[in-house]
T-cell receptor, first 117, second 110 residues
Framework: EPEVTQTPSHQVTQMGQEVILRCVPISNHLYFYWYRQILGQKVEFLVSFYNNEISEKSEIFDDQFSVERPDGSNFTLKIRSTKLEDSAMYFC???????????????FGEGSRLTVL | GIQVEQSPPDLILQEGANSTLRCNFSDSVNNLQWFHQNPWGQLINLFYIPSGTKQNGRLSATTVATERYSLLYISSSQTTDSGVYFCAVLRSGSARQLTFGSGTQLTVLP
């Protein structure tokens, strides 16, 4: 069964460092998401991405964050200068395309745990 | 925005017991999904169930969209069922992001 894969599974970094989290969506999917879960809290929407641009973003997704699809398979989330409060699980998700954005099932990866010291 | 409430917040069971988890939502939805977050934090897709009933092994789910709730049934629970169960909904209309509930923390004791 096709799946969304994320790397790394766990990253530890020092405050102020840049971090890139990587996702490989399901191969024929075109609409991508990042969600975040601070320990013990709800999973929250960060950003969606379609047709090489941000589709929607939440108020959490400030100038410290950026997303990119650098090639035909990867979808990345970059945090420019990490803060302690960026420590969280980050989940990537994908759906086939825009037509599915209002109704379709989101397929989630297993997450990347980021620990900022 | 849409409100998603899950109950109970915590549930402790003996292995072999059955349980029902509930998800209430405040508005019409186009999508509802159930997830299991294991102790390692990984999010596992369980069901995509905007309406109707589905079964997968010992798990089943029912969504009554007109009454704005969904139920997740776990039968003959095992210790590996422990973790947090989330429901997430996509509000009808222009919304394109899932809104998650706060989850039910399930602990299955041997």
């Amino acid at each position: 069964e096709p799946e969304v894969t994320q790397t790394p599974s766990h990253q530890v970094t020092q405050m102020g460092q840049e971090v890139i989290l990587r996702c490989v969506p399901i191969s024929n999917h075109l609409y991508f998401y990042w969600y975040r879960q601070i320990l013990g809290q709800k999973v929250e929407f960060l950003v969606s991405f379609y047709n090489n641009e941000i589709s929607e973003k939440s108020e959490i997704f400030d100038d410290q964050f950026s997303v990119e699809r650098p090639d035909g398979s990867n979808f990345t989330l970059k945090i420019r200068s990490t803060k302690l409060e960026d420590s969280a699980m980050y989940f990537c998700a994908s759906i086939p395309g825009l037509a599915h954005a209002n109704t379709g099932e989101l397929f989630f990866g297993e997450g990347s745990r980021l620990t900022v010291l | 925005g849409i409100q998603v409430e899950q109950s109970p917040p915590d549930l402790i069971l003996q292995e072999g017991a059955n349980s029902t988890l509930r998800c209430n939502f405040s508005d019409s939805v186009n999508n509802l999904q159930w997830f299991h977050q294991n102790p390692w934090g990984q999010l596992i897709n369980l069901f995509y169930i905007p309406s109707g009933t589905k079964q997968n092994g010992r798990l089943s789910a029912t969504t009554v969209a007109t009454e704005r709730y969904s139920l997740l049934y776990i039968s003959s629970s095992q210790t590996t069922d422990s973790g947090v169960y989330f429901c997430a909904v996509l509000r009808s209309g222009s919304a394109r992001q899932l809104t998650f509930g706060s989850g039910t923390q399930l602990t299955v004791l041997p």
